[in-house]
């Protein structure tokens, strides 16, 4: 047992006589008076197993009851460096269990695990040289234009009329976790997606007894697992079979027996889920609005990210078919509004085998790209939060808070930014997402700001007057950095080349 | 006299003793029984005169009264072809009194008639050879970053404290309409602004009463010329001067002494005019959001023209420095959804001689692009509409119909056609104006698609089923035209090079 990696007990015992998706089996750990109850699961083949995700190192005792009786001791030994644990939202951003910040630059393979075994070799080598740490994809096999393939397996047998929830799939099962653990070497979470509704075969027409089944198997497997998200849909305003309630108990279901609590969100197709309830842990937007980072934040406290933003790529759909310099700037606009993006790849391809849902090779501008911006971010001693301090950067928020509080004398001595406090709220927003400048910061160690479509020939900085900066021109799409100023503070002007895509960094030195 | 040519009358009298602004001299023409009644003025130097607009030709009969008295004759020839007279909304678009269609193509050179003759001169010399068809400017100098220097004159005399509107200042106003009369020779329409905040001298600080002395002079000495459209402000909202209700009674003094209806908005810095008022004749907005032309146009059912959606340029402010490409895709969405846009440019010249305030030479990319729309544009038989038709290209009014009278079977079939028609009204709107291609048609003879920053290999047109159309793919960033295919109707697959800035038109043969 080693802290922040999934531990796993097996055991042999007679087959379950009822469902082998809920066997009767359950697993007390306890380390120093602390005590947390799992599910186990029954594994095929007459095997039970138990896993277990340790937060903390020590000395273990462990008892198992149901179908199997046994306990025993084991020691944690404390963590690996390479083992962070599970990702967890934090404010704003995201923090590993094993401390530091993670920074989600995802991607998105919605049918990953259900191509040929050498397609997702090869998805997964593509994932191993490519710069991106989570990717989104989908626990049922997806039929939809591009994706008229059939899966190798399915995660249910099945039965007269459907599937039956009570016989998984084991091989299934067990070829799911195998990429899970590849992805955790690699450093990437999966972002799991648990129903969608692109289907021929019957998944997204469970009923809703039977979807509770499938979610608890799910989770007695997979929930020890440091390395996964919980995406409860795909667009589950797509899907006919379950209404707002369902939804809404999914999640409470999730939340309550995940003994863990891995992120979770559930993603749109045009009406965002209600964010700010309780077990919702953060955003999972599908929108291209990423300007309006902050207004997210403001209106659900909790990490934004832009799970789909349309896809880099070349194909009729209009969701499909972006430049990579499009793509690569929506990502540079969340990241310095404070929020974040998910990759995406839709060339047309002969084979039908398009990166977006089925993985194979990346073809696109962007990655590169996106790859520059992380190592960019991750260089920076902590998350960029959006710098609301200026003209056509304030939030609906701020201005709110103004009109309340009193706004500073700076601020009411311009008609302008009087008529601003006065206006409809509706056009204020619309006025203020249309003015912003994407500027991150990172407390008073780095702003980082992405002038996107913006050609200026000058850009103004207006770092603290206190402290020494370093200034640097960033070409986002050229991918090249130049220090253009050093030591300074203050307002300072940075010359541009007057072209799009540029950014400046300034770095307390 | 000429059928819609000004048509003027001088004469000879006592210098006014009161106010020489609002001199007392009224004139009535009559012809075939039609009386129109218009103010004269007085123009220094002991002479009185009259302006007059005939819109048809015929024998006219007028009689001046006030400080001169005098009736006469006169014959009105019928219109030369070059004179199409003043521009009128019809619908979602323009016509000439004359007859034919008015279709914007505008750009801003705020302070031009403020500037040495010379640059003045050269600014004309750019008109002449650019391909606009209406200029933006303003009857005040203006003060504001890059725009610094002293104007040769003012409309009005100085006086302690202020200006004297009852003194005009002859030489201003001649110039103004020697310079008007300039843009009529060159088929430019004058899109005067008569109010705005960006002021040194204390134009923008007129009490209400002299500013309606002002506009009542001004209705006087210009509203018989054709070419001329009222813009009330720029930036109403940023002059703490006027209130709302002053602006409202701004627009009903025009409308209500303006003897010929030239076209009348208000244009905004934040919150849009209240364009369905119905003195105003179009939408004049300040805004990037071309895309929801549709969506203003079934808010206020008048033209929907963006006199600012930022400039082309590379200043440091936010809305002076877009891409010749990027204020070259604002025309093509306006225009293929219906509306119309204005372009401007800002390039930094250390002599501060920037094109959308002080005139001189373009220098950017967009003013060819512009011409190379607007030249396949008027080619076609008639004015663009947007074609709501298909998913994400429906408007808000389009779904509440169909929510009200029942949707169509094809659209009730799809879920997700249903969730849209039930979700709430502001996540439909952005999801709608998110999914959309600007695709404009001209009744079942041309359909324009622009497909601006999307990339696809392949798009698809809707044809009638009855008919044969020329397809065209068009490249707005090269300007390059090809015909792909001849004699086609119904569903088309057009072929793309999957790089942005591409249309397709199909024309009725």
Redesign the interface.
Known sequence: MRQYECFELTFTGPEPEGSWAQADLRAEFACEGIIREVDGFYAGNGFYKVRFYPDRAGVYSWKVTGAVTAEGEEVCQAADASARGIVRASGQHFTYDGGGWYRPFGTTVYALIHQDKNLVDTTMETLEKASFNKVRFCVFPKHYDFNHNEPPFFPFEKKEGGWDVHRPVFAYWETLEARIRELDAMGIQGDLILFH?YDRWGFSEFSREDSLVYLDYLLRRLSAMPNLWWSLANEY????NYNLQDWTDFAGFMAGHDPYGHCLSNHN????WDFSRKEITHCSIQ???VIETPELWEQYGKPVVFDECRYE????H??G???GR?LTRRFWTAVCCGGYCTHGETF?SQDEVLWWSRGGVLKGESPARIAFLREIVESLPGPLDFLGDGL?VYTEGQLTAMQEQGAPEAFRKS??H???LN??RE??R??LT??R?ALGHCGQEAYLKYLE????????LDLPREGSYRVEVIDAWNMTREVVAENVCGKVQVKLP???DMAVLALRQ
């Open positions: 509704p305003d797509l899907m006919p197709c045009m009406a965002y929108d291209a609005n790529g070349d194909i009729v209009s969701w078919n972006l430049s499009e047309y056509g008609f302008f009087m008529a601003m206006l409809p056009r204020v619309s006025f249309k003015e400048v479509r913006q050609c200026p020939s000058l850009t103004e007057g072209r799009e």
